[in-house]
Every structure is written in structure tokens, then in C-alpha cells.
């Protein structure tokens, strides 16, 4: 897996005009704003080689930044920094995060201030998300889901595993299952993916009725990057991914070197102890 660059490239004080507020003469008349940025690369190639294709050329970025502002309304500034850095990520894919702050030198309050600001963090996350279908044509079905991520700006499809029949796990009278792997680059947030996911699923004619019961498509998401979540709605990393080789050996096939955030052992390790486990062997130390 890439490390993630904590090398930056800082634009400061940026002074653009833009029509951004929540008074009418803010959005006619217009005002300026100042413009901070941290982009988040690795510099090491490009430092090594003197050679600008291996990095962001920072000019490019003021002026796509400068243009935004310019060219777009927004009534919050909490809205223009949002929509801001989701398309500078979009427009400068190497980019790996951006900090972002936009300030407001004349916010019209009635007090004297020098400014208002609002500063975000946004980037590229890495997910891995599980596939599987037992219902109708379930080639068709799997390769819908992996169409509708495609299709999404906010995901970028890196990788997919070879698809696996499998048995059922949990309530077992129903058909066999194909199940994959497909390791995703997102800007979404875990909440936004599990939704964006489910509604994949809803347009695939998935009904949840059974628990562990027949489905059309099945999107569940095992990893994001090394976040711990749970919550009612939510379980990162998958509650019970130690348990299906469904799960494991797609997911090995992809990310074998991967570590549990929470078990502290590599997907490897986790599928040779299950199937150690399922073939009734136990392991012994060596006096």
C-alpha cells in the first residue's frame, strides 16, 4: 500500500473576487477573499529528478482556484471551500489531500473584525468494498454495482479481484454466491460510501427481508483506510471479516499485506488461520 505524502506545497494568501454570501448585494456586488492552500503530494520524486511532472505545478492550482472562486456563487463560504476542494482533487488527481482555508476580510457582522474563515481538510481515502450476489444473473448483477462505482467522480475503481463461488454463510438454504473484492479510492466520507452503496444496491432490486438471507447485490465495506468505526448504522473494519473466506481470499488476492487495524495481523494471516481453523488444524509451538 502507498504511504501517505506528508510532504506539502503551501499557497498563501491568495486575493481572488467572488460574489459569495448570504445578503443579496454580497452575491451582486461581490467582494475578495483570501485564499490558503496545503497541497499534499510526495515531493521526493520530483526533488530527486528536477522534473515538474512529478509533482503539482502550484501555478495551475492558483489559477484553477482563482477561477472557481470567480465563476461560482455560493451563499456559505463553508460551501465554497467544500465545493472548492472536491474539485481541485478532481481536476489534480495526484493530489492526495488538501487543507483549505477561505477568509472573509469584510464580513458584513456590524463589529470590527479582520476577518472570517473557514478552513477544511479533504482528500482521497482508500476502501476496499466486498461484492456479492445469489439471485437471478449475478454476474450481471455484480458487474451493475461495479458500473454504478465507475461511473461516480467521487470513486475511482483501482483494483478488482476475480469473482469466487462460494457457499452460503449463516442461513444456508439458498443458492451459492459469487463474491469478489474491489478496492476503491473515494472522496467520500464512511457514511457517504455506505449510502452511496446502498442505494447501488436499491437499484439492483436488493430487499432486505432476511437477515443473511438471498440478495440481488451485496456492497459491504471491509476496509477504510485504517479508521475504526462503530456505530449503530456502522462497523469499519467488517464486525466479522475474520470469519468468511468469502471475504478473505478476494480480499488476500487484493491487499494480502494488509494489517487489521484492531487485530494487528495481515489479511494473509487472518485466511491461513481460517482455513487452518475450518480444516480442523490447530497450530502447535515447536519445543
Keep these: 500500500m502507498k504511504e501517505q505524502a506528508q510532504d506539502k506545497i503551501h499557497i498563501r494568501q491568495l486575493e481572488v473576487f467572488g460574489k459569495h454570501g448570504v445578503f443579496p448585494e454580497e452575491n451582486r456586488l461581490g467582494q475578495k477573499f483570501e485564499v490558503n492552500a496545503d497541497l499534499y503530494i510526495s515531493t521526493r520524486e520530483a526533488g530527486l529528478k528536477d522534473d515538474l511532472t512529478k509533482s503539482i505545478h502550484y501555478g495551475e492550482v492558483t489559477h484553477f482556484m482563482a477561477s472557481f472562486m470567480t465563476e461560482h456563487t455560493f451563499r456559505l463560504i463553508e460551501a465554497a471551500a467544500e465545493q472548492m476542494a472536491r474539485a481541485v482533487l478532481l481536476a489534480f488527481p495526484s493530489m492526495e489531500k488538501i487543507r483549505l482555508e477561505i477568509k472573509k476580510p469584510w464580513a458584513p457582522i456590524g463589529l470590527p473584525l479582520e476577518s472570517v474563515s473557514v478552513e477544511i481538510e479533504r482528500g482521497w481515502h482508500r476502501a476496499f468494498v466486498a461484492v456479492g450476489s445469489n439471485l437471478g444473473e449475478r454476474e450481471d448483477y455484480i458487474a451493475m454495482g461495479l458500473e454504478a462505482l465507475r461511473k461516480s467522480q467521487d470513486c475511482k ?24 473484492m474491489i478496492e476503491l479510492r473515494t472522496l467520500f466520507s464512511p457514511w457517504e460510501l455506505l449510502e452511496f452503496l446502498q442505494n447501488i444496491e436499491l437499484e439492483a432490486g436488493r430487499e432486505r427481508l432476511v437477515h443473511w438471507g438471498p440478495r440481488t447485490l451485496d456492497l459491504d465495506i471491509i476496509f477504510y483506510d485504517d479508521c475504526v468505526i462503530d456505530t449503530r448504522n456502522l462497523t469499519i473494519p467488517h464486525p466479522d471479516m475474520q470469519n468468511r473466506g468469502f471475504v ?9 499485506y494488509r494489517r487489521h487495524p484492531l487485530f494487528h495481523k495481515t489479511v494473509s494471516q487472518m ?11 490447530t497450530a502447535k509451538r515447536i519445543e
Design 157 to 180: 475503481v483501482e483494483q478488482v479481484s476475480q469473482l469466487i463461488v462460494t457457499k452460503p454463510y449463516g442461513m444456508t438454504s439458498q443458492p451459492d454466491f459469487l463474491n469478489g
Design 271 to 281: 485466511l491461513m488461520e481460517l482455513e487452518r481453523q475450518e480444516n480442523g488444524i
Design 248 to 256: 478473505l481470499k478476494p480480499l488476500a488476492e487484493l491487499a494480502p
